[in-house]
């Protein structure tokens, strides 16, 4: 029974379109027919009003105008092919032309950026080569009378520098500067003044914590101008 049926269900499916054929071709002959009866039923008027009044249809008008669809769809789409093609173009140009511009604007903003950057640079050098012109043409200053008899050789010590810390180092100066001030300048003997000045300074930092600041600059002071003592003749 139910291969019966399966049989029956594909012979149906089987004769389903060639049947669906069938019947679209006798509706199709129908038409046919009826419109060929109508023709020739009615007149020379009847023929005017066809033709102005009716629209009629055909296989052969359907297919012009199905035609005639078709090539205006492909005009309208090679009219929009066209217009997004210029479109395109002109979008290009524009990005290009915008390009340019701003390569060129920032070629000009480097080219400025650099000729400010030269002009500041040659006011840092003038300014710099005005200041050791004027540090060369002013004399360092030198210690003073009340700090050092430069004819005996006799160091005033500022009273920081006259504690035990420095007692050693003050003798051995205090010898130097007078043998100085009775024979002459030599670079051996200058240097001696200024390593002993110097290890003076290395010892009064570590009391800059823990001296009063104006003996500490009062010092410091003189030490610097020591050191400075140490490398040339007397004044």
Same mark, same amino acid.
């Given at each position: 029974? $139910?291969?019966?049926?399966?049989?029956?269900?594909?012979?149906l499916i089987t004769i389903a379109p060639a049947v669906a054929e069938a019947q679209i071709r006798v509706a199709r002959g129908r038409v &046919?027919?009826?419109? #060929?009866?109508?023709?020739?039923?009615?007149?020379?008027?009847?023929?005017?009003?066809?033709?102005?009044?009716?629209? &009629?249809?055909?296989?052969?008008?359907?297919?012009? @105008?199905?035609?005639?669809?078709?090539?205006? !769809?492909?005009?309208? #789409? #090679?009219?929009? !092919?066209? $217009?997004?093609?210029?479109?395109?173009?002109?979008? *290009?140009?524009?990005?290009?032309?915008? $390009?340019? /511009?701003?390569? %060129?604007?920032?070629?000009? @903003? /480097?080219?400025?950026?650099?000729? #400010?950057?030269?002009?500041?640079?040659?006011?840092?050098?003038? %300014?710099?080569?005005?200041?050791?012109? /004027?540090?060369?043409?002013?004399?360092?200053?030198?210690?003073?009378?009340?700090?050092?008899?430069?004819?005996?050789g006799k160091i005033y010590w500022p009273e920081l520098l006259q504690q035990s810390d420095f007692a050693k180092l003050r003798t051995e100066?205090?010898?130097?500067?007078?043998?100085? !001030?009775?024979?002459?300048?030599?670079?051996?003997?200058?240097? $001696?003044?200024?390593? @002993?000045?110097?290890?003076? *300074?290395?010892?009064?930092?570590?009391?800059?914590?823990?001296?009063?600041?104006?003996?500490?600059?009062?010092?410091?002071?003189?030490?610097?101008?020591?050191?400075?003592?140490?490398?040339?003749?007397?004044?």
């Amino acid at each position: 029974m $139910k291969r019966s049926i399966l049989l029956l269900a594909l012979i149906l499916i089987t004769i389903a379109p060639a049947v669906a054929e069938a019947q679209i071709r006798v509706a199709r002959g129908r038409v &046919g027919v009826g419109r #060929a009866r109508w023709y020739r039923g009615v007149g020379a008027v009847g023929a005017y009003r066809w033709g102005y009044g009716y629209r &009629g249809t055909s296989a052969i008008g359907d297919a012009r @105008r199905g035609m005639a669809d078709v090539i205006r !769809a492909r005009g309208a #789409a #090679a009219e929009s !092919a066209s $217009k997004a093609t210029i479109n395109y173009q002109e979008a *290009q140009s524009r990005y290009i032309d915008n $390009k340019l /511009k701003w390569t %060129k604007t920032y070629h000009e @903003r /480097k080219r400025l950026g650099e000729a #400010a950057q030269r002009e500041k640079y040659a006011r840092e050098r003038a %300014k710099r080569q005005k200041y050791l012109a /004027k540090k060369r043409s002013t004399p360092h200053p030198r210690l003073t009378a009340s700090q050092l008899d430069p004819y005996r050789g006799k160091i005033y010590w500022p009273e920081l520098l006259q504690q035990s810390d420095f007692a050693k180092l003050r003798t051995e100066l205090d010898e130097l500067l007078i043998l100085r !001030a009775h024979t002459s300048t030599t670079p051996d003997l200058g240097e $001696k003044i200024f390593q @002993r000045a110097r290890a003076m *300074q290395e010892i009064l930092k570590e009391k800059i914590k823990t001296v009063p600041v104006h003996q500490y600059i009062s010092a410091r002071t003189f030490l610097n101008l020591l050191v400075y003592e140490g490398r040339h003749p007397p004044a």
